[in-house]
Each structure stands twice: as C-alpha cells, then as structure tokens.
T-cell receptor, first 113, second 114 residues
Framework: DAKTTQPNSMESNEEEPVHLPCNHS???????IHWYRQLPSQGPEYVIH???SNVNNRMASLAIAEDRKSSTLILHRATLRDAAVYYC??????????????FGKGTHLIIQP | NAGVTQTPKFRILKIGQSMTLQCTQD?????MYWYRQDPGMGLKLIYY???????DKGEVPNGYNVSRSTTEDFPLRLELAAPSQTSVYFC?????????????FGPGTRLLVL
C-alpha cells in the first residue's frame, strides 16, 4: 500500500469544524482512501472512505483533491468525544487486500472545551 | 451483534510463560486479523486469516502462532513470552479483503511481560 503523511497533532475548539489533512502523493489509480480513528484506550473504528469523489456520512466528510494526491477529513462540529488519533490509510481496490491495514502514527486531535 | 470481542482485557505474564489471546466475531466475516500496537505507534499486522483453516504471516509474526478452526474464532498464542511482546493486541475482522472493505476492531488486550 502507498504511504500517507499526516501532521502529528492538531488542536481545535469544541463545536468548531476540524480539517485533518493527509498527503498521499504516490497513490495509485485503484487505491481507496480510508480514515479510521482510535479513541483513548479503544480499538480503531472506521470513519469514512472514498475513491475519487467527495463523500459524506453521519460522522464526517471526506474531501479528495482532484489529482488524488491529498485528502481532508472534515469534522463539521467537533465535540470532546472526537478527541482521538485519526489514521489516513490507502487500500488497493485491485488487490486481494488480505494483508491488513497499514497504520502510520496518525494525527492526534485535541479538542479544547 | 456484539461485533468483535477479545479476552482477557489485561494480563501480566512472566518471561517464558505462554498464553492464548481469544478473539471471536459474530458477523460471519471470513477475514480476521491480529495487530499489535506499541506505545505512541500505529498498529502492526501479526497474522491474518482469509477463512477457516487458512492463516498467513503479517509484518511481525515472530513469537506468535495462530489457528482458525471456525469462522468465528481466531486465537493468538504466545509460546515463550518476552518483554518485547509487551503491547496492546487488537483483533479485527472484515467480510472480505477487498480494498473498499471496512475492518471492525475489538477492544484490545493489554499485555505486560515482566
């Protein structure tokens, strides 16, 4: 799987939008962009994924650059419960994918009340 | 659905002891995975399975063994515990290995080897 680059940490205020960036300049045409998050002392949980078009779900939005070399996870109104480590992960849509997810260090999101 | 469950939640082992970490999923998923997470780091894949009776090594398999006799269960065995195996262990499952597929994670087992 291609590599991703994320800031080590970000800080935001409660009830404000949060934009978490991810660079993936070596992404291939069949790579899906996945976001997972890990709350303190819990296992990772799925947030959202996309291929080319922007995506929305009840948790977040995913904005994908036109050249697909970067993406941004958007939390529209952060709460204290959104404080977590957020991982941006690429998955090859053309491969069998049986070899698991490749986690980097992610972005530690701090929410200030 | 309970999803992915893991036992125990926490365990202290002495060097050289052995133990089995249990993982069960009730989503009828074919694919199951074991990861470990060291402090401040991302997860690393230990072993994975694409179905009952089929297992394969991940990135960091040394010191571990797995078996998959049923679709639901995927136990991880540590034969001779070493301090380097102090970590948090997560089990995960997914319906398939496709790139679009979501993985579902258990709550983790925290292991301390002294």
């Amino acid at each position: 799987d291609a590599k991703t680059t994320q800031p080590n940490s970000m800080e935001s205020n409660e009830e404000e939008p949060v934009h978490l960036p991810c660079n993936h300049s070596t992404i291939s045409g069949t790579d899906y962009i996945h976001w997972y998050r890990q709350l303190p002392s819990q296992g990772p949980e799925y947030v959202i994924h996309g291929l080319t078009s922007n995506v929305n779900n009840r948790m977040a939005s995913l904005a994908i650059a036109e050249d697909r070399k970067s993406s941004t996870l958007i939390l529209h109104r952060a709460t204290l419960r959104d404080a977590a480590v957020y991982y941006c992960i690429l998955r090859d849509g053309a491969g069998g994918g049986a070899d698991g997810l490749t986690f980097g260090k992610g972005t530690h999101l701090i929410i200030q009340p | 659905n309970a999803g992915v469950t893991q036992t125990p939640k926490f365990r202290i082992l002495k060097i050289g002891q052995s133990m089995t970490l249990q993982c069960t999923q009730d989503m009828n998923h074919n694919y199951m995975y074991w990861y470990r997470q060291d402090p401040g780091m991302g997860l690393k894949l230990i072993y994975y399975s694409v179905g009952a009776g089929i297992t394969d090594k991940g990135e960091v398999p040394n010191g571990y063994n797995v078996s998959r006799s049923t679709t639901e269960d995927f136990p991880l065995r540590l034969e001779l515990a070493a301090p380097s195996q102090t970590s948090v262990y997560f089990c995960a499952s997914s319906a398939s290995g496709a790139g679009v597929e979501t993985q579902y994670f258990g709550p983790g087992t925290r292991l301390l080897v002294l």
